[in-house]
């Protein structure tokens, strides 16, 4: 409460924002004071974004108004927020990643001694910041080559080299580990202390509480309500933040692990630059259970995952799904298997965004049916061959066998019908009648004996199409149909959407427009929806709101109690100890732990996920209750 | 202050590749002069400058582009209208009703120079408009520039106009043939036209701009990430508009010298493909200018041995010579070069948000 003697900084009066279809801002009204670290928490589509952009300049407000210091501004652009001292860290990091931070830093307001840059003074100004603010960084640093935790840092050096009084943070912890979370924090306060004010945009009720000196919830484009750490809970937050009463636990009940379904056998694998960051890993998910693997992101997690998806090639080891050896398998086939992935990018490897919702859910279904219909034209060319050539052998053996019947037996047989011994002798006259006989016969007997070829071949089709089809369609493959039935799969679609609460206008709606939250329920509803025995789920609630977070969980859970393997990778120990039964710690791409759930505390897991030996820290409590 | 120009490893490795086949050629002229004897060895040297230089100032105006985020497969075309216009001016500045200073041959052809240079630059600036302005994809917009320069230089060619006077040598050779090795030298630094002296100059220049000044930095970055350097107050399309400016130019510049410098005559489609040889070449020099300069020389270089070669009379059909310089480039770029990275946002156009 200190802080709101404070003078107020900055203050946005009735702000109104309309979007063709949205009211983005509806009557927003808030203040920022001096050295206050203001929480902006809301559920994605709230408004917060909106309210944000308007106060940096990218839109303009349809009525009300934005005070800074006292005096009413409107800023054409983002330049001139700038320069008025308003600084942003954008959940994308706008820095260039083949310069140095230094670069990155001085761009647009560079320091320069005649027409020349002076990188060197850039660097010092850099190092004196960085000093000042306690945010260590080193200005010769390639971007690239630096962890998203200290590219944050970089971001926020920029708008202090622009001399930001207000410093808007963006779903700035979304990318970051646990470990980063924590130093951010340091780094929000010390700021604060400094003078500067900060405006925390967030959906996670535990930072807010962590960090912020004051919260301003926001829903549906209105405020709904201002509050302190203090006064609240995150119960009380959430229930804000969604309009209802939200479980924050996941409810579940003990597993009842069965059959193997997912066994890893000493498997490792290279990232793309050729370093070794999975080693050695062996783990097994059983039917019905969750086996959770916790790290700080960057431990070969994904790598891990992207190895067991088909996505990257092992280079030694083995896995197995369902007793069936995958090891270096296509995508696909291990698709087919029964196994489902919810990728940790989902708008990289989850979906695509110019694809309809609907498109977007049989992404990897559309070529079995009924989305990928019949006629089977593809597999037309190899009946059809198949067909021809069993009825023409068979035409040809009983043409043959009728022609030495009738050249034989029946024509000397006709012949003497009308007293001709030699046809050579009788003279054209009297063969006209015996010739006759025998054209009808001829073109009666190839109807006949055509008939009975399609007949034959025909049933030799029906009894080879189960034999060799698979065959075929594997070889094709794996399509049911090359014809898109997009009925079935609007009709698949809609059930989906309505099962897993995607919020769309229609399914015919791009995905890259929904909300992250809904992007995510469209990638769980098709992964689930194809009720898969072994589930990969990889940073599954990322970036995403409360509400859309609490379903996601609940469908995790009621995945493994229909008896799903769930392997469930996350850098958010919250959701590892919330979800998981049994736990895998994994660090610098080794599996240092696995152990029960209930029997490990959070303390444990975050030094295991540090490094420390498994041994020392899971003799610990047996010691403190000795 | 060369050596510590840029900014990656790989660019250090261009500069040292660079270096190597620098000493390698030194080395290839000494042995070839025993064999082949001076005046052989100089020719193809000549021969390999005159080469170079329309392909090197090619390279850079496709780095001015490309580093702007705007691929320009347009620049043989801006150099064959460049061509023609330092060409035409030069022939009508000396025909009648023209002021006696203009005739003057020094004034005449640095104002047809100027003249094919800025027609070079407006070229630029259409495909900045074609491709910033009004988005149109950015293959397309260079390839209308190409079949605009090739029709219209072609609709508008007089046959049998012909120049008077092209651009002198600048320093004439001051070593007579008895002062031995350095008059050989001297016929290769002496004896070259203003534009091939300010190639040189440019190439130097244009590397310090842009790793040592704001200019170039706001460049590399708006080819790399254009909406990072648009938050930060950079005005993109500004500074697209004025690189094309640039860019247009730089192969207006190589344009003019072939008329103006090298042949001194207009001939229909005379730029040949060099437009695109100069865009492998600056694919070859990894978007740096001193990169590309070397693979210029090397194309060059390909080029003086290949019209020597046909001088030899080797019983190799003339066609097949003829490809060495064009099956060198594919060569290089395909076995040495191995993997450029270009700048991250180049071709894709920028939308303010």
């Not at chain 2, 005739?103 to 094919?116: C, D, F, S, T």
Request: hydrophobic share 50%; net charge neutral.
């Amino acid at each position: 409460m200190q802080a709101n003697t404070k003078n107020v900084v900055l203050e946005v009066q009735n702000i109104t924002k309309q979007f063709p279809g949205v009211l983005a801002n509806d009557n927003v009204s808030m203040k920022l004071h001096e050295g206050e670290i203001l929480a902006l928490l809301g559920e994605n589509g709230a408004g917060k974004s909106t309210l944000m952009n308007i106060i940096y300049g990218l839109y303009h407000a349809d009525s009300g108004s934005v005070m800074l210091n006292g005096r009413e501004v409107h800023f054409a652009s983002p330049r001139e927020a700038i320069h008025s001292g308003i600084g942003m860290v954008h959940q994308h990091f706008q820095l260039i990643p083949v310069m140095t931070v230094a670069e990155n830093i001085v761009l647009g307001e560079e320091v320069t001694n005649g027409i020349f840059l002076d990188m060197a003074e850039a660097a010092r100004r850099v190092r004196e910041l960085s000093e000042q603010h306690n945010l260590a960084v080193d200005p010769d640093a390639l971007i690239e080559d630096l962890p998203v935790g200290i590219q944050q840092r970089v971001e926020i050096i920029k708008a202090l080299y622009r001399d930001a009084q207000i410093l808007i943070l963006d779903e700035p912890t979304a990318v970051l580990t646990p470990q980063e979370v924590q130093e951010l924090f340091k780094i929000m306060r010390n700021l604060a202390a400094r003078g500067v004010s900060i405006i925390f945009i967030t959906h996670k009720l535990k930072e807010v509480l962590a960090v912020a000196h004051r919260i301003v919830v926001m829903r549906g484009g209105r405020v709904v309500g201002t509050t302190t750490p203090q006064e609240s809970t995150e119960a009380s937050l959430a229930a804000m933040m969604v309009g209802r009463e939200v479980l924050l636990r996941v409810e579940k009940s003990p597993a009842h692990p069965e059959d193997i379904i997912l066994e890893v056998d000493g498997l490792s694998a290279e990232d793309d630059r050729g370093h070794m960051v999975v080693r050695n890993v062996s783990l097994q998910v059983r039917a019905g259970e969750v086996l959770g693997v916790a790290g700080v992101q960057g431990n070969g997690q994904t790598e891990l995952v992207e190895v067991l998806t088909g996505l990257r090639r092992a280079s030694s080891g083995s896995f197995q799904i369902r007793g069936r050896l995958l090891t270096n398998a296509s995508p696909r086939a291990i698709t087919s298997a029964g196994s489902g992935h919810i990728p940790e990018d989902r708008q990289r490897y989850g979906m695509v965004k110019s694809y309809t919702v609907a498109e977007n859910l049989v992404l990897n279904t559309y070529y079995t049916k009924p989305f990928a219909s019949d006629p089977n034209w593809r597999m037309l060319p190899f009946f059809g061959a198949a067909y021809t050539a069993v009825a023409l052998i068979s035409f040809g053996v009983m043409a043959l066998i009728w022609n030495t019947l009738w050249d034989n037996a029946l024509w000397p047989l006709v012949l003497g019908l009308f007293g001709i011994t030699d046809p050579a002798e009788a003279g054209r006259e009297a063969m006209s009648t015996p010739n006759l006989i025998g054209l009808i016969v001829l073109i009666v007997l190839t109807l006949l004996l055509g008939s009975v070829a399609h007949q034959i071949a025909v049933r030799v089709m029906r009894w080879l199409r189960p034999h060799v089809e698979p065959r075929l369609r594997h070889m094709l493959g794996g399509s049911d149909g090359l014809v898109f039935n997009y009925d079935a799969v609007d009709r698949y679609a809609e059930r989906l959407v309505k099962e897993y609460d995607i919020r769309t206008p229609s399914v015919q709606t791009p995905g890259g427009s929904l909300s992250g939250g809904n992007q995510q329920k469209m990638v769980v509803a098709r992964e689930f929806g194809r009720s898969p025995k072994l589930l990969i789920a990889a940073q599954p609630t990322r970036g995403i709101d409360v509400g859309s977070i609490e379903f996601i969980h609940q469908r995790i859970v009621a995945q493994r109690d229909a008896g799903a393997a769930v392997l469930l990778v996350s850098a958010e120990l919250d959701e590892i100890t919330a979800l998981s039964d049994r736990i895998a710690v994994i660090y610098k791409g080794e599996i240092v732990a696995t152990v029960p759930a209930d029997t490990v505390t959070r303390e444990q897991l975050g030094l295991l996920m540090a490094g420390a030996s498994a041994e020392d820290v899971l003799r610990a409590p047996a010691e403190a209750i000795a | 202050m060369l050596s510590n120009m840029t900014t990656t490893a790989s660019n250090n490795r261009t500069i040292l590749t660079t270096a190597i086949g620098a000493v390698l050629a030194v080395a290839a002229a000494f042995a070839a002069a025993s064999f082949a004897g001076p005046a052989t060895v100089v020719a193809v040297i000549n021969a390999s400058i005159r080469g170079t230089v329309p392909i090197a100032l090619g390279a850079m105006s496709g780095i001015f582009s490309e580093r702007s985020a705007i691929v320009n497969i347009g620049i043989e075309g801006m150099m064959l209208i460049a061509a023609y216009v330092g060409f035409m001016l030069n022939v009508f500045l000396s025909g009648p009703n023209i002021p006696a200073f203009l005739q003057y041959e020094p004034v005449r052809l640095m104002v047809a120079l100027a003249g094919g240079v800025f027609v070079g630059g407006l070229m630029g600036l259409l495909h900045a408009l074609l491709s910033v302005r009004f988005k149109v994809d950015q293959i397309i917009s260079g390839t209308v520039i190409n079949t605009l320069a090739l029709g219209l230089t072609g609709y508008l060619y007089l046959a049998g106009a012909t120049t008077s006077g092209r651009l002198p040598p600048l320093i004439a050779n001051p070593f007579d043939e008895s002062a031995g090795v350095a008059y050989w030298i001297g016929e290769i630094i002496f004896n070259k036209g203003i534009i091939t002296y300010l190639t040189v100059i440019l190439i130097i220049a244009i590397t310090i701009a842009l790793f040592r000044t704001a200019w170039g930095l706001r460049t590399r970055a708006i080819g790399e990430h254009p909406r990072a350097a648009d938050t930060l107050g950079v005005n993109v399309y500004r500074l697209q508009y004025f690189n094309l400016f640039i860019s247009g130019c730089m192969a207006g510049l190589g344009g003019v010298f072939l008329t103006l410098e090298a042949v001194g005559s207009f001939e229909r489609g005379m730029t040949s493909g060099r437009g695109f040889i100069a865009l492998a070449v600056m694919i070859f020099g990894k978007w740096h200018p001193l990169g590309a300069a070397a693979g210029a020389l090397l194309f060059g270089f390909a080029t003086a041995l290949q019209g020597q070669l046909q001088f030899f009379g080797i019983n190799i059909p003339h066609q097949f010579i003829g490809m060495l310089p064009y099956l060198l480039t594919v060569i290089v770029l395909a076995g040495f070069v191995g993997r450029a990275r270009p700048p991250a946002h180049d071709g894709v156009p920028y939308e303010v948000e």
